[in-house]
């Protein structure tokens, strides 16, 4: 009977442990479209923006004041600038980040 509460509270333990190391692992999309929106100038700074499958692209007025280097810090696989549009390759996250910029505008 003693080993049956040992072994239950190691389940137990282990259990915290997964549920800390997903929990960890999961993004807070509200927090990085606030991050995203400032790294791109601001709300004032986007014209337009749509998502297309991983791409994130984004029309800006000034492509100057976009931190590139913050953006591709936060997850981005790559920036491309043509013109005064950012393209920017986030994967499957570039659905949820476009979801919680919607709620931000």
Same mark, same amino acid.
């Given at each position: 009977m003693e080993y049956i509460w040992q072994y239950l509270i190691i389940i137990i333990v282990l259990l915290i442990i997964a549920f800390a190391?997903?929990?960890?692992?999961h993004k807070d999309f509200k927090i990085e479209a606030n991050k995203l929106? &400032?790294?791109?100038g601001g709300k004032n700074n986007i014209i337009n923006y749509e998502v297309n499958k991983s791409r994130f692209v984004v029309t800006l007025k000034?492509?100057?004041?976009?931190?590139?280097?913050?953006?591709?810090?936060m997850g981005a696989q790559g920036v491309v600038?043509? &013109?005064n549009q950012l393209k920017i390759i986030f994967g499957n996250d570039a659905k949820n980040l476009k979801k919680h910029i919607d709620?931000?505008?």
């Amino acid at each position: 009977m003693e080993y049956i509460w040992q072994y239950l509270i190691i389940i137990i333990v282990l259990l915290i442990i997964a549920f800390a190391i997903v929990r960890s692992k999961h993004k807070d999309f509200k927090i990085e479209a606030n991050k995203l929106v &400032e790294y791109l100038g601001g709300k004032n700074n986007i014209i337009n923006y749509e998502v297309n499958k991983s791409r994130f692209v984004v029309t800006l007025k000034d492509t100057e004041i976009v931190n590139k280097e913050a953006i591709q810090k936060m997850g981005a696989q790559g920036v491309v600038e043509i &013109e005064n549009q950012l393209k920017i390759i986030f994967g499957n996250d570039a659905k949820n980040l476009k979801k919680h910029i919607d709620e931000l505008k």
